[in-house]
Each structure stands twice: as structure tokens, then as C-alpha cells.
């Protein structure tokens, strides 16, 4: 009977940890819809470019833009709320974190700016991030259809896993943002390397070419002043 008793036990807890494993599987479907946005483009000399994000009401905007490429590495840059208010206004700015809290219902207009340059391209990364849009992991709504089972069954509560996949899905999604964010500078600090090379050659070979006609025309000069072209007769 103990056996028999022990038998059961053991299933019990074999199909408890099914249950929760195919819980877990099932449950990454259950996040949210991320509504985090980055975007590199290319703004051309003399124009400007505007992007429109879609906000809630009373939740959180934050937008980080950074010049990666072209001549100064800056941008006029301008945040404007769905009733046309410029809430952030920068000018000739290489790089900027700003927060819009709380947003308001509606389409924010982000506009970056390039026509005080006429000859250069400025290539731009920028980057989203909402919260309290709906699309934040956390909270029983974002779980429907979840009944917990018997707690005998179990080990764990299923609040406490629901809790840690929550946490680890925002610093995951946290660290991909800040790697994101790393790989633009890195860009940023390779196209200005690329840049200061160039000129480094082209300034260095200019100044061979003119050390070579310098010494040339010392040759010439020398050698002209010992010509002596005047006949000796004997």
C-alpha cells in the first residue's frame, strides 16, 4: 500500500511540473507587444525629416537620438505634442536623452533638422522607448486565461514564477536597449575615426608632394647658379 501510496505521489508531481512546463512555454506568447522603436536614416543636406509616435495618456516617452555620420555631427532636433506645443527644442546638438512624462493621448511629432547644412549628409540613429503604453510586461491582465492549479500539486506559486519571468523580460529587454544604444556610439565613434584618417592621408600625401617640389626646385636652383655656358678659348 506505501508503494502504491508513493507511486502515486510521484506522478502527481511528474504531471505538476508538466503542467508548469507547458505553462512556461506557452506563457512567453502572453508579453505584451513590444512598442520600443529604433531607426538609423539618412538626412540629406538642406531638408528635414519628422516621425510620428502614438502615445496613451499618462504614460511614458523617452526618446534618445544620437549623429553617427557626416560633417559637424549635428542636428537641430524638436519634439512637438499632438496639439502642436514644441515641448523640446534643440539646435546643432550631436546627441540627446529626453523623457515627455505624461504623455498625452494622440501622435507626437519628432522632427530632426539639417537644412542650415547645404553640402552635407548627416546619417541619425534614434530610439523609442515607451512605458505605460500597454505594452509593459507586468500585471494579471497580460495573462488571461492563467488559473493557478491546486497548491498542493505544486511547489512554486505561480505568482512568484509569473514575477520572476516578468523581471527577467524587462531587464532583458533593458539590456538589448542598451546595446542598441552602444552600437550606435560605436558606429558614431568608427565613422568619425574614418573620417579623421582621411584627412590625415590626404593632408600628409599634400605635404610629400610639396616637400618633393621643394627639393626639386633647391635641385634645379643650384644647379642652375654652377651653369656656366660661356666659352673658354685655349
Given at each position: 500500500?506505501?508503494?502504491?501510496?508513493?507511486?502515486v505521489?510521484?506522478?502527481?508531481?511528474?504531471?505538476?511540473?508538466?503542467?508548469?512546463?507547458?505553462?512556461?512555454?506557452?506563457?512567453?506568447?502572453?508579453?505584451?507587444?513590444?512598442?520600443?522603436?529604433?531607426?538609423?536614416?539618412?538626412?540629406?543636406?538642406?531638408?528635414?525629416?519628422?516621425?510620428?509616435?502614438?502615445?496613451?495618456?499618462n504614460?511614458?516617452?523617452?526618446?534618445?537620438y544620437?549623429?553617427?555620420?557626416?560633417?559637424g555631427?549635428?542636428?537641430?532636433?524638436?519634439?512637438?505634442?499632438?496639439?502642436?506645443?514644441?515641448?523640446?527644442?534643440?539646435?546643432?546638438?550631436?546627441?540627446g536623452?529626453?523623457?515627455?512624462?505624461?504623455?498625452?493621448?494622440?501622435?507626437?511629432?519628432?522632427?530632426?533638422?539639417?537644412?542650415?547644412?547645404?553640402?552635407?549628409?548627416?546619417?541619425?540613429?534614434f530610439?523609442?522607448?515607451?512605458e505605460?503604453?500597454?505594452?509593459?510586461?507586468?500585471?494579471?491582465e497580460?495573462?488571461?486565461?492563467i488559473?493557478?492549479p491546486?497548491?498542493?500539486?505544486?511547489?512554486?506559486?505561480?505568482?512568484?514564477?509569473?514575477d520572476?519571468?516578468?523581471?527577467?523580460?524587462?531587464?532583458?529587454?533593458?539590456?538589448?536597449?542598451?546595446?542598441?544604444?552602444?552600437?550606435?556610439?560605436?558606429?558614431?565613434?568608427?565613422n568619425?575615426?574614418?573620417?579623421n584618417?582621411?584627412?590625415?592621408?590626404f593632408?600628409?600625401?599634400?605635404?610629400?608632394?610639396?616637400?618633393?617640389?621643394?627639393?626639386?626646385?633647391?635641385?634645379?636652383?643650384?644647379?642652375?647658379?654652377?651653369?656656366?655656358?660661356?666659352?673658354?678659348?685655349?
Open positions: 500500500m506505501d508503494v502504491f501510496l508513493m507511486r505521489k510521484d506522478r502527481g508531481r511528474l504531471l505538476s511540473l508538466a503542467i508548469v512546463f507547458l505553462w512556461c512555454a506557452g506563457s512567453v506568447r502572453c508579453f505584451g507587444q513590444n512598442l520600443d522603436s529604433e531607426f538609423t536614416f539618412l538626412l540629406p543636406a538642406g531638408r528635414s525629416e519628422c516621425f510620428y509616435q502614438t502615445t496613451t495618456k504614460g511614458t516617452m523617452e526618446v534618445e544620437q549623429v553617427i555620420a557626416g560633417a555631427m549635428d542636428v537641430d532636433f524638436t519634439i512637438l505634442s499632438p496639439e502642436g506645443i514644441q515641448l523640446i527644442v534643440e539646435s546643432r546638438r550631436s546627441d536623452v529626453h523623457v515627455v512624462e505624461p504623455t498625452v493621448e494622440g501622435d507626437y511629432e519628432i522632427c530632426f533638422d539639417n537644412s542650415f547644412s547645404r553640402f552635407s549628409e548627416k546619417m541619425v540613429f530610439e523609442i522607448i515607451l505605460g503604453q500597454g505594452g509593459d510586461v507586468g500585471g494579471d497580460e495573462w488571461p486565461g488559473e493557478e491546486d497548491g498542493s500539486l505544486l511547489e512554486y506559486k505561480l505568482d512568484d514564477i509569473r520572476s519571468m516578468d523581471s527577467l523580460h524587462r531587464r532583458l529587454e533593458r539590456s538589448r536597449q542598451m546595446q542598441t544604444v552602444l552600437r550606435a556610439f560605436e558606429a558614431r565613434d568608427r568619425l575615426l574614418e573620417d584618417l582621411w584627412r590625415v592621408s593632408w600628409s600625401c599634400a605635404s610629400v608632394l610639396v616637400m618633393l617640389c621643394v627639393a626639386l626646385t633647391q635641385v634645379y636652383t643650384v644647379r642652375k647658379l654652377f651653369d656656366d655656358k660661356r666659352r673658354v678659348c685655349t
